[in-house]
């Protein structure tokens, strides 16, 4: 596996995703950021949790397409609407839906989270970029 995903001593012990993802390999794979929409471009979902999780799919096409799994994931960034605390538990509600539908590790890897004002359209209300690690 290209990609140790740790909890060193000393740091704050989430449970939901790993602070730090150790990758060695030789090709580096950058997806842009993915909405929550269908291959057509429409929202796959009206709801946060939704949208996260149909993102989460899309990262994982593009990484599979790029010849890698989940396993290869080193580092997600997420981009979410009008931010607050309290849609913490709808990120990890999609995020536990990826993990059960498309095989994300749990915990899944270095998570940041940013808010923002918008994003392409309306409708989308995350987008969230992927690092991935492939021998």
């Not at 498309?102 to 004002?117: D, F, K, N, Y």
Request: charged share 20%; hydrophobic share 45%; net charge negative.
């Amino acid at each position: 596996m290209t990609v140790r995903l740790t909890h060193p001593d000393g740091m704050l012990r989430q449970t939901d995703y790993a602070p730090v993802a150790v990758a060695t390999g030789s090709r580096l794979v950058l997806l842009a950021g993915q909405a929550g929409v269908t291959p057509d471009f429409r929202p796959a979902a009206p709801d946060l949790a939704g949208q996260v999780h149909a993102a989460l799919r899309n990262i994982v096409v593009g990484v599979r397409g790029a010849g890698g799994d989940v396993g290869n994931l080193a580092r997600l960034t997420c981009y979410v609407v009008d931010w607050v605390p309290e849609k913490w538990d709808d990120v990890l509600a999609g995020i536990a839906r990826a993990q059960e539908s498309e095989g994300l590790p749990s915990p899944v890897p270095p998570l940041t989270i940013i808010g923002v004002q918008a994003l392409f359209s309306p409708e989308f209300v995350v987008e969230i970029e992927a690092t991935a690690v492939l021998e």
